[in-house]
Every structure is written in structure tokens, then in C-alpha cells.
């Protein structure tokens, strides 16, 4: 079946320009996940949503960062006024349970690289 | 919140030996304890998990413990071979999914 998808791809932008970096979930699966990703790091955590609130947004990372997801399906995720050190691969994963389950395993799309110049 | 610490940074063994990666974590509220394995280029993917209320478990060449008291958990490979190479991510799961800063596994053939 169809996985986690995310679009587009690779993403290069100039410095001070907006993106919209988009994700498509497993279809069912209630919970949604943005993470960031820089070159030979960790998964830095940004946000989650359960169906289409959020209720934790405390990782994004300034308020150039926004994300908002509609009818538990597609999730974009936009940073504004885009700086170079938002340079990495952006990943999102759903999962069908809610982040509260005890068993929660996640899928993770392929990714956007993002490369502001 | 949740600090997550993950060691070694990198790793790497001769094919056919065994491979151990440690976590501490340091909420008490985390109930489940998930590892990630990322190759080159790849998404990561689930490949074992465990549950607070469980010691240890096993998925063929594979192992995880917990130690709740403690609060650390391990990943232990054994019989390592070059497709094992990748790298390791572990997380620490209660009201947010907190990912360990990752290990950079390399199997030696």
C-alpha cells in the first residue's frame, strides 16, 4: 500500500523567500509528525498533530515556522522568510495510533531537502 | 522535558561480532522505547521496540533492554553484517517522541 509521502523532494530557495514543504499520511492514521534533520544529525522534533490540532508545537524553532494539516489528511508545513541554517531534510511520519498509545510506531516519508542559498 | 542521550556516536565492528548502543533518558512519564534505523540516503524505519513494563526483548539477531530504574535502554546486535551498517536512533516515547542524537553503525566485512 501507499506510504508516506512527502513533496516536492528537493527544494532550493533563495534566503529571505517563503516554502511550503507538504506531507501525505498513511490514510487512517490519526497522528501526524514534522521533523527536522540537518546533515549528520539527529531528528530534531518540530511539531505533531492529532487529527487537526496540534497539540504540541513547542519544537518549532521561531515563529517563522508554521504548519496546519486539514480533514486528518495532508500537512504543510511553511517557514517564511527563510534563512540559510534552515537548511536540511525535512521529514514527516504519521502513525495510526495517537502519540498517548502505549505502541506507537511511526512511518516516515522520504523526506524534502531544503537548501537555502 | 525529555533529554534524551545517546552513545557511541559512531561504532564500528567486524562483521560477525556483536554491536551494543546505549540510552539514558530522564522522564519519568516515558513508557515506550522505540529504534530507529536509518541507511544512507533512506528514511528511517521502526526495527524493534519495547515497552516499559518489559525487561527485554528479542527479534532474531536483535535485542533491546530496559532499565526503568535506571532509566537507561540498549540495542544489541549480534552476528553483525554489512547490511546492518547504518545509523541507529533511539527514542524515548511519553507525551512527545524524543529521538537520541543517533549512532553511525559501519560493519566491517
Known amino acids: 500500500g501507499a506510504g508516506v509521502s512527502q513533496s516536492p523532494s528537493n527544494k532550493v530557495t533563495e534566503k529571505g523567500k517563503d516554502v511550503e514543504l507538504r506531507c501525505d499520511p498513511i490514510s487512517g492514521h490519526t497522528a501526524l509528525y514534522w521533523y527536522r534533520q540537518r546533515l549528520g544529525q539527529g531528528l530534531e522534533f518540530l511539531i505533531y498533530f492529532q487529527g487537526n490540532s496540534a497539540p504540541d508545537k513547542s519544537g518549532l524553532p521561531s515563529d517563522r515556522f508554521s504548519a496546519e494539516r486539514t480533514g486528518e489528511s495532508v500537512s504543510t508545513l511553511t517557514i517564511q522568510r527563510t534563512q540559510q541554517e534552515d537548511s536540511a531534510v525535512y521529514l514527516c511520519a504519521s502513525s495510526f495510533r495517537p502519540l498517548a498509545a502505549s505502541y506507537n510506531e511511526q512511518f516516515f516519508g522520504p523526506g524534502t531537502r531544503l537548501t537555502v542559498l | 522535558g525529555e533529554n534524551v542521550e545517546q552513545h557511541p556516536s559512531t561504532l564500528s565492528v567486524q562483521e560477525g561480532d556483536s554491536a551494543v548502543i546505549k540510552c539514558t533518558y530522564s522522564?519519568?512519564?516515558?513508557?515506550?522505547f522505540p529504534w530507529y534505523k536509518q541507511e544512507l540516503g533512506k528514511r528511517p524505519q521502526l526495527i524493534i521496540d519495547?515497552?516499559?513494563?518489559?525487561g527485554e526483548k528479542k527479534d532474531q539477531r536483535i535485542a533491546v533492554t530496559l532499565n526503568k530504574t535506571a532509566k537507561h535502554f540498549s540495542l544489541h546486535i549480534t552476528e553483525t553484517q554489512p547490511e546492518d551498517s547504518a545509523v541507529y536512533f533511539c527514542?524515548?516515547?511519553?507525551?512527545?517522541?524524543?529521538f537520541g542524537t543517533g549512532t553511525s553503525l559501519t560493519v566491517i566485512p
Open positions: 527514542a524515548a516515547v511519553g507525551n512527545q517522541f524524543y
Open positions: 522522564d519519568s512519564a516515558s513508557n515506550y
Open positions: 519495547i515497552r516499559s513494563n518489559v
